[in-house]
Every structure is written in C-alpha cells, then in structure tokens.
Nanobody, 115 residues
Framework: QVQLEESGGGLVQPGESLRLSCAAS????????MGWYRQAPGQQREMVAL???????EYSDAAKGRFTISRNNARNTLFLQMNSLKPEDTAVYYC?????????WGQGTLVTVSS
C-alpha cells in the first residue's frame, strides 16, 4: 500500500499562509483519491480537500476560497496551500489516500494559527 508522510506544519499568525506537503511512495496520479483532513483538539476529523486521480477537486466549505490542493505527479507529492489562515484552522492535518480499496493516513502535521 502507498506510504504517506506530511511536512510543512508550524506556527503562523492569523492572515498568514502555509503550504503543507505530503510525500507519497508513488505518483498521486496512480492513486484513486488523495487529500487532506484535519482534526482540532476535541473535534472529529474532517475533510479539508480531496483530489482524484483524474484531477477532480473537492473542498470543505471552510476551505473554499482560501485553500488549494495540488499535486506534482513527477515528485510523488501532494500539496495544500493555505492562505488567510484563521485561529479556527488550528489542527493536526493528515494526508489521506484511498488506494485500491484501502484507506491510508499519514502521521499528521500540526498547524497552529495564533497571534
């Protein structure tokens, strides 16, 4: 099964931007669905953005207009560009893949938005 490893989390101030990366063990174009979920303290894990192997994208209402999911197939990498970050975006962000009937998660990367 595919292996996933996130990077790019950190502490930012409200209004700033951050880009998360997810290194996959093979090209995202060969994986049915990839995406990003997040889990805030005391909250359930929620979908942020998804991209299919043919490039279709889906965003949560909270992410629309501020976040962009993209991929570099040649580098086996998935990205999440997050702009205009808000304190409520604070969470652990997980890279996700649905691949050949299996759900795969990365270990997560913490994003903290605070002044």
């Amino acid at each position: 099964q595919v292996q996933l490893e996130e990077s790019g989390g950190g502490l930012v101030q409200p209004g700033e931007s951050l880009r998360l990366s997810c290194a996959a063990s093979r090209s995202p174009s060969n994986i049915n669905i990839m995406g990003w979920y997040r889990q805030a303290p005391g909250q359930q894990r929620e979908m942020v953005a998804l991209i299919s192997n043919v490039g279709s994208k889906e965003y949560s209402d909270a992410a629309k207009g501020r976040f962009t999911i993209s991929r570099n197939n040649a580098r086996n990498t998935l990205f999440l560009q997050m702009n205009s970050l808000k304190p409520e975006d604070t969470a652990v962000y997980y890279c996700y893949a649905w691949d050949r009937g299996l759900t795969v998660w990365g270990q997560g990367t913490l994003v903290t938005v605070s002044s």
